[in-house]
């Protein structure tokens, strides 16, 4: 179980939060980052360049130069892409998407969080 646990976090901390009926009440203004994830195709960069940009207008990112934004494409991507198998996987129940962490490496995720790995008994 805290294997499943850190896999979750190493992914970014992307698990949402349930989901939602969509009811008269719901606004129209609602924008979802996750619709059509399962739907880009990670080779194409012109496509995730375009859910990349959604995600930094959203999330407010602004990286210090070019060199840090392609870094943090390529995580972006390298994230999209373990969504997507974990999405696909007809034994799991969870539904993975794109959240504010989702341009950090797993190693910056257990910086954040402070998560570590269970050591082996000595």
């Known amino acids: 179980m805290f294997c499943q ?4 976090l190493l992914v970014s901390n992307c698990i949402l939060q349930g989901t939602t009926e969509s009811t008269e009440e719901t606004s129209s203004l609602e924008y979802d980052i996750n619709d059509g994830l399962m739907m880009i195709d990670p080779s194409n960069d012109e496509q995730v360049m375009a859910k990349f940009a959604e995600f930094k207008n959203i999330f407010t990112r602004e990286y210090a130069d070019a060199a840090e934004e392609e870094k943090r494409f390529k995580i972006f991507k390298d994230n999209l892409i373990k969504v997507q ?15 504010a962490f989702f341009d950090l490496t797993p190693e910056e995720m257990r910086m954040r969080t402070g998560l570590r790995p269970p050591q082996p008994k000595t």
Request: glycine share 6%; hydrophobic share 45%; net charge negative.
């Open 5 to 8: 646990a850190v896999l979750v």
């Open 85 to 99: 198998k974990l999405n696909a996987n007809p034994n799991d129940d969870a539904i993975y998407g794109i959240n």
